[in-house]
């Protein structure tokens, strides 16, 4: 499992903004294009509110082969699904690896529906 944490009211309202974007948009992308979700969990602590969403753990390694064409697939998968990500042109930060031949698209903070 991996956590993405938000601390702060801002932060959270944008994290939990982002976990259901996972949820109303992306669900059938999960565990093919983007990571599965798990849920979001959020609280105050001390009058600070804070939160955290947990994804499915993606690791693996790149296959210089099939890279760029594994990124075009799902970036095409995601527009077909009407899935603007906002942010994938300008950062390679938001493709990881999955397993031996894939790859999984990250941070939907800037996506929106087409």
């Not at 499992?1 to 974007?21: C, Q």
């Not at 906002?86 to 996506?111: C, E, K, M, Q, T």
């Amino acid at each position: 499992i991996a956590l993405k944490t938000a601390t702060g009211s801002a932060a959270v309202a944008a994290l939990e903004r982002e976990s259901l974007f996972y949820i109303e948009h992306l669900g059938s992308l999960q565990g093919e294009v983007v990571p599965k979700h798990y849920g979001f969990f959020k609280g105050t602590k001390d009058g600070v509110e804070f939160a955290c969403m947990s994804l499915e753990y993606c690791t693996g390694s790149w296959d210089a082969v099939n890279f760029n064409g594994q990124i075009m697939l799902a970036a095409c998968k995601l527009h077909s699904s009407g899935i603007l990500h906002g942010d994938l042109v300008n950062s390679i930060r938001h493709i990881v690896p999955y397993r031996s031949n894939g790859v999984r698209i990250i941070d939907f903070s800037n996506a929106r529906a087409h």
